[in-house]
């Protein structure tokens, strides 16, 4: 009897360990849309590990970060987000396979503030260029 409940209890634990990540990935496609934007793709999540020694132990931490695409004006930009956190940054543009950070971004940009950023005079990542069409939507 004992095993079975202990069976129950991991199993409703692993699920909702998993919601949890689900709902913050869905908080952030949320997010997303709030601001305004409107192509918005399936986020992912990427995991983090990181191991840091202090005197004899060693002090191990993980960092989730949720990443989602959104396509403006014919440009297919990563939006990144700390899970559990708040507030998001434009981290790459996704060009022709290459995917070059996005230098001195500014955090939790709404879509007319990205429309402008891409209309502006101010530094682009390389390749930006070839799918820029500021006629698209």
């Known amino acids: 009897m004992k095993r079975r ?56 931490s993980s960092e989730k970060t949720i990443e989602v695409m959104v396509r403006v004006k014919g440009c297919d930009l990563e939006f990144a987000k700390t899970s559990g956190q708040s507030g998001y940054w434009l981290d790459e ?12 971004y500014p955090e939790n940009l709404t879509r007319d503030q990205v429309v402008k950023l891409l209309a502006d005079n101010s530094a682009k990542p390389d390749g930006f260029k070839d799918c820029y069409q500021p006629n698209e939507a």
Do not use: M, Y
């Open 5 to 60: 409940i202990i069976s129950a209890l991991l199993v409703l634990g692993c699920t909702a360990g998993l919601s949890a990540c689900a709902s913050n990935e869905d908080k952030f496609v949320s997010e997303l849309k709030a601001a305004g934007f409107t192509n918005v793709g399936e986020p992912s999540t990427e995991t983090a590990k990181k191991a840091k020694k202090v005197g004899k132990r060693t002090i191990k």
């Open 93 to 104: 543009l996704h060009v022709k396979g290459q995917e070059p950070d996005w230098p001195n």
